[in-house]
């Protein structure tokens, strides 16, 4: 209760400056980031009475003072929060002001009615808990690897259920000590119910472990990093799973880590213990800096530097190299004693073999990395989920994320308000898979789930969807999935929706990414959009891939496409980039094809025989739009890929081509064709192909040709566009789809696009791949819903 002195009639300045009250709503990552114990330290300093707590929505703040103390205090609010919070709105109301209300309290969480708030991305170390383990005088906390607070730390990798608090976390198993539990009960502490807190006395403690799992005696960090210096690969137990880690420099265990691995060719991530480290391996734009410090610490893709001391093995023949920081205590130690033996970098990829899923579970690591490591580094705090390191591309225009999924998973992303509808799911595609819960307007997508025709992947997104459920507390009243009826997403929502008599809501593949880029813009259309990607499932059953729709959140209209062309043996096109060249040939030059030199180049004889018989006859081909196997074919018509040894690797060899050649005005309107088929707008890149293998048997350089593709490719979508802009009044534009993961290409098309007055959305929040279909697929059915189009 409130003291006996009543400050009002004791000062008289206070009959001149009224005491208000206002109650604030603040919304935006505001909580499990520290926020309450900073809005009740800036209260006190600023003598302002009232209470905080959290709700549904975020943080609501009484304050009570004169007008003046209480516009100082809100822009406070703002300018001083802690580094992991981000404030998006402060709502002021003013209230009755209570008679002497001098003390500010924390008060208890009310229950909140959507946990969305409560349920918080992983944070990276803060700046004051990295002081902290490099500080000799402190005991209880000096090169303890598993430090962190209010500010910093485990969150949605850690909570088993909600309300989050430590009984609901994998910490219930530690008990505090009693300067922990001081820390954890007093609100001016750094520490302030920050429920995964822990020293050394009292936390969980790190091991190393060979192969087999059986202890190696001694200091277990370094023990670790003296492996690593003798250019072994370690285990590292992580936030949202292990890495499997060796020297960046390190040419030799490189190479012997991919073929552990069995990973070839696609290229690994490496983390550096500073900002300083990081630029001398890749150059960032100023918000790329920004991005790779956040409390989010990303895996952030950039141009990497010419100097760069890494292994060629660790990013073959691509310009780029994906960094990140150090966002562990325990990522810090080990650069601490690296640092000795003239570590500067460590290649850090998912701890998993190939394609299956990330390792995060201690036993399981035993098991599936035993044989792909030299020693395991690991903890015992538990990882309720495993969640991989996000992944985003660095451009002049703004960051494209290529994986959304630590430290950004599972932030809700707000749909606009004609998308309200009952609580529902939805299961996304098949590869990149990511799923989705939607609930009030808010989809939270899952973290990166990855590729379902891999059985444990698959049986990471059953348990993924109900974990959703159960944390979020959602009951589901439809499931949205796509029209694909093989995916095995498609297949296990038929199966949910039996069980459990849901309806199913089918959206088609890229009514899905269009509607995605409309929705994360607060937008319904109608607008145009371009989708290019690999494949999607059409509404009139073939693979579609290259288009242009007419969209609406709750519908779409095809009026373009990219030509079709066959695709000789299906998916087996899709591996061999040489089968979709060859049937570019055919589209662009005839029957005759197989008699250009070029062919010879390709593959061999009998393959050209064999596949030409295939294109002639049409027998086992696929006809196609995709805009995925026409980078492939020119890739491979370059030489430059013949085989896809990962996904998309042949069109990241023609964009890193591509990037090597200055930029050249070539001159494109001869380079394609744009027609009418059936009804559509048709983009004929045979002109280009044509062109192509001419110039290249005139030795004109890979590179240069690559950038024609680019240059050709962005200016038939723009006529393609055009066209359609004016058939049909629309002047917004979306653009989404995997190959809206090409920086070169998005960047091309967009610039085209704005010269010409058109307004041009791209993805901010999600990726244009299929990891952001689910979220497509929640905001259509959605705005179905609610506009009484389909029955939950
Ligand atoms: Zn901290
Ligand atoms: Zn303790």
């Given at each position: 209760m409130q003291g006996s002195l009543n400050k009002n009639t004791i000062l008289p300045t206070r009959s001149i400056d009224p005491v208000i009250r206002r109650r604030l709503h603040i919304s935006g990552r505001v909580q499990g980031v520290g926020f309450r114990p900073f809005v009740y330290r800036l209260a006190k300093e600023m003598q302002i009475g009232g209470s905080v707590w959290n709700d549904a929505a975020g943080v609501v703040v009484e304050a009570q003072g004169t007008a003046r103390q209480l516009d100082e205090f809100v822009a406070a609010l703002r300018t001083d929060a802690p580094a992991a919070a981000a404030v998006r709105e402060i709502i002021e109301k003013e209230i009755t002001p209570y008679p002497n209300d001098g003390r500010f309290e924390i008060q208890h969480s009310l229950r909140a009615t959507t946990p969305t708030a409560e349920v918080t991305a992983d944070l990276a170390i803060c700046d004051a808990c990295l002081a902290e383990i490099r500080d000799p005088a402190n005991a209880r906390r000096y090169r303890y690897a598993l430090t962190n607070c209010t500010n910093c730390g485990p969150r949605f990798s850690i909570i088993r259920s909600i309300p989050y608090d430590r009984p609901r976390t994998t910490m219930a198993p530690f008990a505090m000590c009693r300067p922990c539990r001081d820390e954890y009960e007093d609100p001016a502490d750094r520490r302030f119910h920050a429920q995964p807190t822990a020293c050394r006395d009292c936390g969980p403690q790190m091991e190393l472990l060979d192969p087999k799992g059986s202890p190696i005696a001694g200091e277990p960090i370094e023990g670790a990093v003296q492996r690593l210096a003798d250019g072994k690969i370690v285990a590292i137990k992580g936030i949202g799973g292990f890495h499997l880690a060796v020297r960046a420099d390190d040419q030799a265990a490189v190479l012997r880590l991919r073929k552990l691995k069995h990973r070839p060719a696609k290229p690994f991530a490496v983390m550096c213990p500073s900002l300083q480290g990081v630029r001398r391996l890749v150059r960032l734009t100023p918000r790329g800096e920004k991005l790779i410090a956040s409390s989010a610490a990303p895996i952030v893709l950039a141009r990497r530097n010419p100097k760069a001391a890494v292994a060629d093995a660790v990013a073959p023949g691509n310009h780029r190299l994906g960094v990140m920081l150090a966002y562990t205590p325990l990522h810090h130690l080990i650069f601490d004693e690296a640092r000795k033996f003239g570590i500067e970098s460590l290649v850090m990829t998912s701890g998993n073999d190939l394609d299956e899923p990330l390792v995060f579970e201690n036993d399981d690591a035993i098991d599936r990395l035993g044989d792909l490591c030299d020693a395991i580094l690991r903890h015992n705090r538990p990882i309720q989920r495993a969640v991989d390191d996000s992944v985003l591309i660095d451009t002049a225009f703004a960051p494209i994320f290529v994986r959304r999924s630590r430290g950004f998973a599972p932030a809700p992303i707000v749909l606009p308000e004609a998308c309200d509808a009952t609580p529902g799911w939805a299961v996304g595609a098949e590869l990149k898979c990511a799923v989705a819960t939607y609930r009030d307007c808010q989809v939270i997508l899952s973290q990166h789930l990855g590729n379902l025709t891999q059985s444990r992947t698959f049986d990471a997104f059953k348990r993924t969807i109900s974990d959703l459920c159960e944390l979020f507390g959602i009951v589901p009243h439809w499931?949205?999935?796509?029209?694909?009826?093989?995916?095995?997403?498609?297949?296990?929502?038929?199966?949910?929706?039996?069980?459990?008599?849901?309806?199913?809501?089918?959206?088609?593949?890229?009514?899905?990414?269009?509607?995605?880029?409309?929705?994360?813009?607060?937008?319904?259309?109608?607008?145009?959009?371009?989708?290019?990607?690999?494949?999607?499932?059409?509404?009139?059953?073939?693979?579609?891939?290259?288009?242009?729709?007419?969209?609406?959140?709750?519908?779409?209209?095809?009026?373009?496409?990219?030509?079709?062309?066959?695709?000789?043996?299906?998916?087996?096109?899709?591996?061999?980039?040489?089968?979709?060249?060859?049937?570019?040939?055919?589209?662009?030059?005839?029957?005759?094809?197989?008699?250009?030199?070029?062919?010879?180049?390709?593959?061999?004889?009998?393959?050209?025989?064999?596949?030409?018989?295939?294109?002639?006859?049409?027998?086992?081909?696929?006809?196609?739009?995709?805009?995925?196997?026409?980078?492939?074919?020119?890739?491979?018509?370059?030489?430059?890929?013949?085989?896809?040894?990962?996904?998309?690797?042949?069109?990241?060899?023609?964009?890193?081509?591509?990037?090597?050649?200055?930029?050249?005005?070539?001159n494109l309107d001869d380079s394609y064709g744009l027609g009418d088929a059936e009804g559509l707008i048709e983009i004929d890149l045979s002109p280009l192909v044509r062109r192509i293998v001419r110039r290249a048997q005139q030795g004109v350089a890979a590179d240069d040709l690559a950038m024609l593709f680019h240059e050709t490719l962005a200016a038939a979508w723009e006529a393609a566009v055009a066209k359609a802009a004016q058939s049909t009044g629309l002047n917004t534009i979306a653009l989404s789809g995997g190959v809206f993961c090409n920086e070169l290409f998005g960047d091309l098309l967009e610039t085209r696009l704005q010269r010409r007055g058109l307004r041009v959305l791209r993805h901010r929040q999600i990726p244009p791949n299929d990891g952001g279909i689910a979220f497509g697929q929640a905001a259509v059915a959605a705005a179905r819903i609610s506009k009484g189009l389909c029955k939950p």
């Open positions: 499931i949205a999935h796509d029209l694909h009826p093989g995916y095995l997403s498609t297949q296990h929502a038929r199966h949910l929706a039996e069980q459990q008599g849901l309806p199913l809501i089918a959206v088609q593949h890229h009514h899905a990414h269009a509607a995605a880029v409309l929705a994360e813009h607060g937008l319904t259309g109608p607008a145009l959009a371009v989708v290019c990607d690999g494949t999607g499932y059409g509404t009139d059953g073939s693979i579609w891939g290259g288009e242009l729709l007419a969209v609406e959140l709750t519908d779409f209209r095809r009026i373009g496409r990219m030509r079709p062309m066959p695709l000789p043996g299906g998916d087996a096109a899709a591996r061999q980039p040489w089968r979709s060249a060859l049937a570019l040939l055919f589209l662009a030059h005839g029957r005759d094809f197989v008699k250009l030199p070029i062919c010879r180049q390709l593959t061999s004889d009998p393959q050209i025989q064999f596949v030409s018989q295939m294109l002639l006859t049409g027998t086992n081909c696929i006809q196609s739009s995709s805009t995925g196997r026409v980078f492939d074919a020119v890739a491979a018509l370059l030489g430059l890929c013949r085989e896809n040894r990962f996904d998309a690797e042949a069109p990241a060899t023609l964009e890193t081509a591509a990037a090597q050649c200055k930029r050249l005005s070539h």
